[in-house]
């Protein structure tokens, strides 16, 4: 048995490969929830679904968002409607008092619908109107989550990191905003400033989540400040990830970062934004998989090798990689 913590798309591209070195049925992906977003009214799991879309076959792989091949009718009649009623450009971030009013799982990450700034496909807005209907019938995301990877033949058991919300904030120089406004609105331009986990304190990793940190944990090279961070912020985890063999990808080539705003985001939380800073941020891991091309000197276990991720070859060497590190620690 094995999990992997994953977010954003470096963990998702490593589970391309996952099967050069472990059986699927026995890996367990605990994703990241602090990029969900309540848009329209409906709960959007960035996260959860790039792992069930690659899963399930149908990822648009160009994007690493979305279902391959997906149509946007909806969405493109709700930006022709807001620009033929002159209704102001998204995001359109609900006001406080409607964060908190309503469906508990949306609070602090709730956007109007209305000039929709994410591009939601239609096949991909079926997948958050099932799991939304669920979540008010009564149904807990665990069990929603459950079934949607059922609904897409998932061979890994995919779990949400928790049943309650949390929404990853971004405070910039621009002011406060939802990591989804910051990254999908803002192109990460504004320089950050700190990152908040609001409402880590009051949630809690499931029993299922628990349950999986008691096996070999692998860490994806996704960012560490809004990927993996929402995980560890949940009570008990950080202790958790103490006492489990760990295992992490760097997603950096000694400072230089392989995709995404990583780099921005490690250096406003104050960490360097290199292989070294991923290594200080993460004092739980018992070994390291570099690059061939790091020459980043750690006081723990390293494994070498190509971690550039761009096929299911490359994933399944650097899968190979991660095995060959968690056998020096377990």
């Known amino acids: 048995m094995v999990t992997f913590l994953a977010g954003g798309t470096g963990t998702p591209k490593l589970l391309d490969g996952v099967g050069a070195a472990f059986d699927p049925e026995t890996v367990t992906v605990v994703a990241n929830t602090g990029d969900d977003v309540e848009l329209g ?43 033929a009623a ?137 960012n560490p400040v809004t990927s993996v961070g929402p995980i560890r912020a949940l009570p008990g985890v950080e202790d958790a990830l103490a006492d489990a063999p760990v295992v992490a990808v760097s997603p950096f080539i000694e400072d230089r970062v392989f995709s995404g705003p990583a780099d921005d985001l490690m250096r406003g939380v104050g960490r360097e934004p290199s292989t070294a800073g991923v290594a200080d941020a993460y004092p739980f891991v018992d070994a390291f998989v570099l690059d061939t091309d790091d020459g980043t000197a750690l006081d723990r276990p390293v494994v070498r090798t190509d971690t550039r991720i761009d096929d299911a070859a490359d994933a399944e060497r650097v899968v190979g990689a991660v095995a060959s590190a968690l056998a020096e620690v377990t």
């Open 86 to 222: 002159d209704l102001p450009d998204g995001p359109r971030y609900l006001p406080p008092d409607r964060q908190t009013a309503g469906r508990r799982l949306a609070r602090w990450r709730r956007f109007s619908g209305v000039a929709e700034f994410m591009e939601i496909g239609d096949r991909d807005r079926a997948v958050h109107l099932t799991r939304t209907s669920l979540l008010d019938e009564g149904v807990s995301l665990t069990a929603v989550t459950r079934r949607l990877a059922d609904a897409f033949d998932l061979t890994v058991d995919l779990l949400p990191m928790s049943d309650d919300p949390v929404a990853t904030i971004v405070h910039t120089e621009d002011g406060a905003m939802h990591f989804q406004e910051y990254w999908v609105a803002r192109r990460a331009a504004p320089a950050v400033e700190d990152v908040e986990f609001r409402g880590a304190a009051d949630a809690a990793p499931t029993a299922a989540v628990r349950a999986a940190l008691d096996d070999p944990v692998v860490i994806g090279p996704s």
């Open 41 to 83: 009214g409906l709960l959007v799991c960035p996260d959860l679904d790039t792992v069930l879309f690659g899963g399930g076959g149908v990822l648009d792989r160009e994007r690493w968002w979305g279902i391959d091949g997906d149509t946007t009718a909806t969405h493109d009649e709700l930006a022709r409607i807001a620009d």
